[in-house]
């Protein structure tokens, strides 16, 4: 019975709100890695606690802000909140692959050294990969 719960949500939520979420976590994400970067917030709070210099922070850093700003464009683009760049089979393939991606960051994030990070972005990046399957599904 929970099952078909689970599945009822999953299609009540539309393809829109979907990607309207997603955009407001990435700009939260976008946001905390702005604090990270102005030492606001500690960069052991980040990168599952495995960042060793001020270097590879910024590398990091910029590796986080490209990938924020194309799940973003991902989404809307999914969504058709804008127009998307990708033939529509190969922007169904990216929603599904950012779906996946963001599944295995949420083990990662199930395994950082911080807890703060664990409690935290595990569910956050659990639920972008729903909301991304999501997409991904009403997309085809």
Not at 43 to 59: C, M, N, P, R
Request: proline content about 2%; glycine content about 4%; aromatic content about 12%.
């Amino acid at each position: 019975m929970l099952d078909l719960k689970i599945i009822k949500i999953f299609l009540y939520v539309s393809k829109k709100r979907a990607a309207q979420v997603i955009i407001l976590l990435s700009c939260l994400a976008l946001f905390y890695h702005v604090l990270i970067v102005s030492g606001v917030v500690p960069y052991k709070y980040a990168w599952g606690g495995k960042i060793e210099s001020q270097e590879q922070l910024w590398v990091f850093e910029l590796i986080s802000t490209v990938i924020n700003f194309g799940i973003i464009y991902l989404a809307a683009s999914g969504a058709k909140m804008i127009k998307s760049i990708f033939p529509k089979k190969l922007l169904t393939v990216l929603l599904w692959l950012f779906s996946g991606l963001l599944f295995i960051n949420t083990i990662g994030n199930l395994l950082a050294e911080e807890c703060i990070e664990m409690i935290i972005f595990t569910p956050i990046t659990a639920i972008m990969s729903i909301l991304f399957a999501r997409i991904a599904v009403q997309n085809r």
